[in-house]
């Protein structure tokens, strides 16, 4: 790859901690709109971490008295901070940022304590809400519905919520319940304003999901535009690093939720991708932002000047989409060639570990889009090298992800609050498909067995069931099925765990 001094005459800018060049100066709105973007680089148990947040007034008025509220994982204590901030209970914060003219950014750092009582691998959230954030343009063909997901751990239950929060009717809008990374359910909606639906489930340790789309024609809505909520950890454990393979927030300027796993030693100089994506091919669907994370660190033996990191985007990246995020230290940007984006640190003084390893670390991070119609199939690689001053690059490891639909599987569950009738599978293990008949010998009604409400290859007659092989199963497992009830909408007729063993 060469020297940075090989280098050096490809990468000029501006300084700052980000800055938008003139492809992206166009102001959101015609009046003030605070934006945000929160970087979390690493959550060591038991340790003090230092969390960023930038912000912008991407609105075309001035930002009079602006400000941003923060809310922290239960698990998160705050130390300290570089901003003056209000304490309003319940681990959420109020970080004043004062009369912002249009266009104007600034940062503030806080200090936070990973609790030693959370478990190893656990994830922990951070929500950044800058204000003000009223959009005060008319939006054509926007109802004015906008869909909210929420969720809450209550004791034995896991309740959702989707509500509409927005002045008009909404459009028939679907949504899917995921386990860990099984879809369970799926289903459609209508919402009157302030109307919501409540969907409960168990409390059995694992991590559940819930996404809805979003009302067509929303200011903020792009491909694949979802809102959605999460929950780890009630009723325990059972499962861990489920949430960053989806991903944990809407794309809205004055909103940024970062979520990431606690960890104790980690590799100094690396890059990540968000969210992670499903399964080993880390899969994610057509149209999903890519959000960066690059950690570098000095571990010479003399103090680094200057650092700058090279990425060359993939062919699959769409490179005017580029918006540069937080950073550890102020720096330029440029872009140049087919995608080469180029990060510098300019006078960053960053000292070697052996004198202060604490202050030797740094970050930068970006968002970017994906070309529209990519191929199913297509692989994003992305990797970067980082440059001390004028020695060889460190290159960090590659990441990937695949454009797909997640394959999932699954008959549509809805909770009860009776007991659950009995059925017979037939045979187990399956190696093919099971057929599923009512103990009683009656049959199903039709809108037990709806098959549009099949999530996996399934056949319907009213006598039984037939449950195909799930797509993409390839050894010995077991899924969870439910049937719904006839009579209610919401109950539960039985439910129960298929044996496949192909």
Known sequence: MGSLQQ????????????RYPRLFARALADCPLLSVDLAIPLLRRCFS???????????????????VDVALDPYLTLIG??????????????????????????????????????????????????????????????????????????????????????????QLL???????????????EQYDPNE???????????????ETEQEPGHPFATTNQINMAFEEGCGGYASLGFINQFPVDAFVPSWDRDCVQNIGSFDPNDKQ?????????????????????????????????????????????????????????????????QGTLAFTFSNILLPDSNVNEAASHGFVSFRIEQHPNLPLGAVVYNEADIYFDFNEAVRTNQTWHTIGEKPTSGIKPVHAQKPPSEV????????????????????????????NRCLGPCGVQLEFIRYYLPFGAGKSQSRIVFLPDSQTRWGLFTSGKILFNP
């Open 7 to 18: 280098r050096a005459n490809h990468y000029t800018g501006h300084f700052g901690y980000y």
């Open 49 to 67: 971490n230092t969390i960023y947040v930038n912000y912008c007034n991407q609105g075309s008025e001035t930002a009079d008295s602006a400000w």
């Open 81 to 170: 901070s570089t901003n003056t901030y209000l304490d309003l209970g319940n681990n959420n914060y109020r970080f004043p940022v004062g009369n912002l003219n249009p266009g104007q950014c600034g940062s503030f750092t806080l200090t936070v304590h990973v609790e030693c009582t959370a478990v190893p691998g656990q994830t922990h959230c951070i929500t950044a809400h800058g204000f003000p954030d009223t959009l005060c343009t008319t939006v054509p063909d926007w109802s004015g519905a906008e869909i909210q997901a929420s969720v809450s751990c209550q004791d034995t239950l896991v309740q959702f919520e989707l509500r509409n929060v927005g002045p008009a009717p909404s």
């Open 174 to 188: 679907d949504y899917i319940i995921i386990e860990d990374d099984v879809v369970l359910l799926n289903g459609s």
């Open 196 to 210: 919501a639906i409540n969907l409960n489930f168990p409390a059995n340790g694992h991590t559940w999901r819930i």
């Open 273 to 337: 991708g968000f969210p992670t994506g499903f399964s080993s091919e880390h899969y994610i669907r057509p149209g999903q932002d890519l959000e960066y994370l690059i950690r570098f660190q000095n571990t010479g033996t003399d103090t680094a000047f200057t650092v700058v990191i090279c990425d060359t985007l993939s062919p699959w990246l769409d490179p005017a989409t580029v918006r540069p995020g937080a950073a550890s230290h102020p720096y330029s940007w440029t872009l140049s060639g």
């Open 424 to 451: 017979r599978i037939h045979p187990q293990p399956a190696t093919t498909f099971v057929e599923i008949r009512r103990a009683d010998g009656a049959a199903f009604s039709k809108p037990a067995i709806d098959p």
